[in-house]
């Protein structure tokens, strides 16, 4: 299908600076630049979001907050009161740039939207590998992502499309994502993720399945260590790929947080680059208008390699032949661990504890 990418410089630029991941985005951008990928797609130049695009769901006062914060004086009086309130503390720090951070990051997921609507006659896939902000709420930062481009993005859809399924392959619950639509029928969020007593988010358990009129309209995976390609594959079978045609969405978002490689720094899962493709290729064989954002990730090479399969696989270019790190990549001398090569799929030495249940 055809590809609506999100890229700016400038875009790439805002991206590096997010705390939990900086640099990321121009590690993700050199390779995917270095195998030529974006001379297969439409460049979606994204346009900085407006406050009033902010508040389509997000809390007024909280962006205020937010896209003010770096010019606030810091010994006023609420100053610690209003960062706690509003989550910028611990996992959420402010940084310089959190604004243009905040507006560029939604404007290119609301550009991706756009492209599926413009173009919803002929099902396209759009990506922004710096969205996917799911665990941000509507008052409140949390855990790495300041305003929720995803839930934004959705409702941007929504304008078009009447039923959108939301899927999240990312190592977390995709708490924030849920917490906006667990009342909706029109709006079905599905996430696989680790659940455990004391693992962030805490929430995402089997039991929990929306709220209200949206009951059974939320799906959550919870799993174990060790998750393998295998189990994945087995849970698309058993449980996302039903849903998706029960549902029969007419558009689907897919946050591809790279957290659960067997190489991030987690340990928590033990998935493959190429688990995570067949996962991503089994929701586009849909062919539904599909946007594909970022998320977490932490090692950044595999995340870069990963987002990069992902990419080739969408526009129809075929990574068979991606066999080493091309020079032309600026990061190139990071991949000498791996003696440059492109595909990684070795696993980790740890039990999938999801097999013996
Ligand atoms: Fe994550």
């Not at 706690?84 to 740039?97: K, R």
Request: glycine share 8%; hydrophobic share 35%; with cysteine.
């Amino acid at each position: 299908m055809k590809v609506g990418y999100a890229y700016s410089q400038k875009l790439i630029e805002v991206a590096d600076k997010l705390p939990s991941n900086v640099g990321r985005a121009s590690r993700v951008q050199s390779l995917i630049n270095a195998f030529g990928l974006l001379d297969n797609c439409d460049l979606l130049e994204p346009v900085e979001c407006s406050k009033q695009e902010l508040c389509a769901y997000h809390d007024q006062e909280f962006i205020e907050y937010l896209l003010n914060v770096q010019n606030s004086d810091s010994y006023s009086e609420d100053y610690e009161e209003l960062k706690e309130l509003y989550g910028l503390q611990y996992d959420c720090p402010e940084f310089e740039g959190l604004a243009d951070y905040i507006k560029l990051v939604c404007g290119a997921t609301l550009s991706c939207a756009d492209y599926l609507i413009i173009n919803a006659d002929q099902p396209r896939v759009s990506i922004n590998w710096t969205g996917g902000r799911h665990h941000a709420k509507r008052a409140s930062s949390s855990g790495f992502c300041y305003v929720n481009d995803i839930v934004l993005g959705i409702l941007r859809l929504r304008t078009k499309f009447d039923r959108v399924m939301y899927i999240d392959i990312d190592l977390h619950h995709g708490d924030g994502v849920e917490a906006a639509f667990a009342r909706s029928q029109k709006v079905m969020c599905l996430s696989i993720h680790r659940y455990d007593k004391g693992f962030y988010p805490g929430t995402g358990n089997a039991e929990s399945v929306g709220k209200g009129n949206g009951e059974g309209y939320t799906v959550n995976i919870p799993t174990k260590r060790g998750l393998s390609d295998q189990t994945l594959q087995m849970i698309f079978d058993d449980i996302v790929e039903p849903r998706i045609n029960l549902f029969g969405p007419d558009a689907i978002v897919v946050c591809c947080g790279c957290d659960g490689l067997s190489r991030d720094q987690h340990g928590e899962w033990n998935l493959t680059m190429t688990g995570i493709e067949q996962a991503v290729k089994r929701i586009l064989d849909f062919k539904k208008p599909t946007m594909l954002v970022g998320g977490g990730g932490y090692h950044h090479p595999d995340t870069a390699r990963c987002w990069t399969l992902l990419t080739a696989l969408a526009s129809g270019v075929d990574s068979n032949e991606f066999k080493e790190i091309p020079e032309s990549d600026e990061f190139f001398e990071e991949y000498v661990t791996d003696a440059y090569q492109f595909l990684v799929t070795a696993t980790a030495n740890l039990d999938d504890e999801n097999r013996a249940s």
